[in-house]
């Protein structure tokens, strides 16, 4: 999150608002699959975030910025 400058306020957004892109998400019969939510937060950061089912709830997998390579030194 912090090299690709998202927020945890934006993927809240994203989670809320956004769009699933089923060619990018994980659909499987065997209860592992990945949803790929997509839209743009208040700032117009155009956000893909990865989640999965786990629980009651999700858990977060990735989140991109669709416009911008950030560049990242965290490996």
Not at 18 to 34: E, F, I, Q, R
Not at 47 to 70: H, Q, S
Request: a negative charge; charged letters at 25%; proline letters at 1%.
């Amino acid at each position: 999150m912090d090299c690709r400058q998202i927020t945890l306020e934006e993927i809240k957004e994203i989670l809320e608002k956004g769009n699933v892109n089923y060619a990018k998400s994980g659909l499987s019969s065997k209860g592992d699959s990945t949803f790929a939510l997509e839209g743009y937060s208040k700032e117009n950061q155009h956000i893909r975030v990865v989640v999965a089912p786990e629980n009651d709830g999700l858990v977060v997998i990735t989140c991109i910025d669709l416009n911008k390579e950030w560049q990242c030194n965290c490996y």
